[in-house]
């Protein structure tokens, strides 16, 4: 925040789990206790999930799978659901039949946006772009932008005030 300057986000990037098609054993975040899940290894949802599953008691935490591809088969055993932020849930469902559409979010909200640099030689490009967003959330095409390319609309705020990673 002391080197960048936010701008309004584009969508909302909190953590959702995106689970198996048919298995109803996973109907809220707390239902993966006990059970092996998937996030893409090194990225911010592996984070919120293993954030998540500390919380969970002892015996009963979620095995995480840090695979490059979320989708893997730790031990032999599939996962039953995949951590992801909640735009990339529908292009998930569009591309592996297999999964069934998100679960709650979960974890720390989190947004997708641009920052600019806070130099003087910036601040008018940024200004620019700032109130151009500004704009378009105000009459609604930033909402039907999100749900064409997303298949979803997201509330985001008009400012970002502390980082969310």
């Keep these: 925040m002391e080197r960048y300057r936010f701008l309004p986000p584009i969508a909302e990037a909190t953590v959702a789990l995106l689970k198996r098609k048919g298995d109803a054993s996973v ?92 130099d003087a030689d910036y601040a008018g490009l940024d200004d620019a772009v700032q109130a151009a967003m500004l704009k378009i959330k105000a009459d609604g095409r930033l909402a039907k932008i999100q749900k064409k390319w997303f298949g979803d609309s997201f509330d985001t705020p008009d400012l970002i005030t502390e980082p969310a990673l």
Aim: proline share 5%; charged share 25%; with cysteine.
């Design 27 to 118: 109907q809220k975040p707390e239902d993966i206790a006990g059970k092996v899940v998937g996030a893409g290894k090194a990225s911010a949802q592996l984070a919120q999930l293993k954030a998540f599953a500390d919380t969970l008691p002892q015996d009963a935490a979620a095995r995480i799978c840090r695979q490059q591809r979320s989708l893997c088969r730790p031990g032999g055993r599939r996962i039953v659901a995949v951590g992801n932020s909640l735009p990339t849930s529908p292009s998930w469902r569009r591309s592996a039949r297999h999964l069934r559409g998100r679960e709650a979010a979960f974890g720390t909200k989190s947004y997708f946006g641009y920052i600019g640099r806070k």
